[in-house]
């Protein structure tokens, strides 16, 4: 029964069918066999089989369609990703970034594009998907690096989003990273990675931002409190034959979206969010009697915690929404790994933790809590394997790696875990631009 339940989950996404339903289900099937076969019901085991043998015109068409349904659309979209051409993009810094986050908020809404899946054909014959980028920070052997991975006919509108926020700032198309390590071989290295998701069960609560930080009220370097430094010291205090990966891979969200969340999904982020800011709303709705005893409803005054949830939780729901998924890996080559850097990499992303609201927490990964869980590591290196792959490919919306723990988050987050430092960032292994661009004097004869 569990692995039904698991099953259906799989098809229909967000929308998991309850056990009881699930067992109302098979007990109808059972209650028409048992008026349709009486005769058969002697003995239970064998009239159970024979119930469910019986009974297969009526279920059978419906999984089989289902099931077809799943494949088709599973082909149609890795042969549409397969056509796409894929290019990583390094980022340079300059010395002095001035601007608070909000400059990589405004690049990254830039990059929202519904585009591709207009129609249900261009959707579910065609097997077209939206355009999902990834985001990436990297240490090797402690040199830190900013990449972005996006479709090559996108390139230029990433750069021009980028550019006009950030212009001092020099773009590059480099070879992938990744392709130095193209498999796990565990005979020569050593991997452990894990995937991070929303600790609350509330996808419309947010992180701490770099509003809460006020970042954007002190713009100055002298003023700046920026939690990413400590996520690029960590990074950038790995030593030789190490390296770690942060990847967080985008994709712009689209109402009523159904391509990697079940064919009957009928999520709503907009709509949902509403729905609950309006309960958090209604939750200080309290009544008291009146002078003639009538009774009276009034709005009473939030607490500081009730206060910042709803004004978090209104600021998200009042900017686009892109769906995520984030993962993280730390390898390191023989005699170099360390299983002491895996402390640093779970809880990387604490410093945005927001107690009453949101933080990214664990979601699972490569290892197995007992020794009989997994004789001679074989299911543990089966895993790296896995996802290694996965973080190669950068896939998270596609069979059959659809199944990564994903959240909504708004640009103003995703700009709060990934942007430029300034000088603020003092990481030894963040390295920047030593000379400078300028234009040519307006005067300069030709």
Do not use: C
């Amino acid at each position: 029964m569990r692995f039904f339940l698991d099953y259906l989950e799989h098809i229909f996404g967000d929308i998991k069918p309850p056990t009881w339903a699930v067992i109302a289900f098979f007990l109808g099937l059972l209650l028409v066999a048992a008026v349709l076969f009486p005769t058969q019901a002697q003995y239970v085991e064998i009239w159970i089989l024979l119930a469910i043998w019986n009974t297969a015109p009526l279920w059978l068409p419906f999984v089989l369609a289902i099931v077809f349904w799943q494949v088709w659309l599973a082909y149609r979209r890795a042969a549409f990703q397969a056509e796409q051409d894929y290019i990583l993009l390094e980022i340079k810094l300059p010395q002095d970034i001035d601007k608070s986050p909000l400059a990589m908020e405004l690049a990254i809404v830039g990059l929202h594009m519904t585009s591709g899946q207009s129609t249900w054909y261009d959707m579910y014959v065609l097997g077209k998907m939206r355009t999902h980028y990834s985001l990436e920070i990297v240490s090797i052997e402690g040199s830190v690096h900013f990449y972005i991975w996006t479709r090559a006919s996108l390139r230029d509108l990433v750069e021009a989003s980028l550019y006009g926020q950030y212009p001092n700032i020099e773009i590059y198309e480099v070879p992938d990273y990744t392709e130095k390590v193209p498999y796990f071989d565990y005979t020569r290295m050593g991997l452990y990675a894990l995937q991070y998701k929303y600790s609350a069960d509330n996808t419309f609560y947010p992180i701490r931002t770099y509003m809460d930080f006020k970042m954007e009220d002190n713009p100055k370097e002298e003023y700046k409190v920026d939690p990413l430094a400590s996520v690029l010291e960590y990074m950038g205090s790995i030593g030789p034959g190490e390296q770690v990966w942060l990847q967080m891979i985008i994709r712009p969200y689209k109402a009523a979206q159904s391509d990697s969340h079940g064919i009957f999904n009928t999520f709503d982020y907009y709509k949902d969010g509403k729905a609950q800011l309006k309960k958090m709303r209604e939750e200080l709705k309290e009544t008291s009697q009146g002078v003639e005893g009538e009774e009276r409803e009034y709005l009473r005054i939030p607490a500081r915690g009730e206060a910042e949830r709803i004004n978090s939780v209104d600021r998200k729901l009042s900017k686009l929404a892109f769906e995520v998924a984030v993962r993280g890996i730390y390898l390191g080559f023989t005699g170099s790994f360390t299983p002491s850097r895996i402390a640093g990499l779970v809880p990387i992303f604490r410093p945005f933790n927001y107690p009453s609201l949101n933080s990214l927490g664990f979601a699972g990964d490569t290892t197995f809590n007992f020794p009989w869980q997994d004789y001679n590591h074989i299911r543990a290196n089966k895993k790296r394997k896995k996802f290694l792959e996965a973080y190669r490919l950068r896939a998270a919306f596609l069979h059959p790696n659809n199944h990564i723990k994903t959240q909504f988050m708004s640009p103003e987050e995703l700009a709060t875990i990934f942007h430029f430092p300034g000088r603020v960032a003092t990481t030894p292994g963040l390295e920047r631009i030593t000379s400078r661009k300028a234009s040519p004097p307006p005067d300069l004869p030709r």
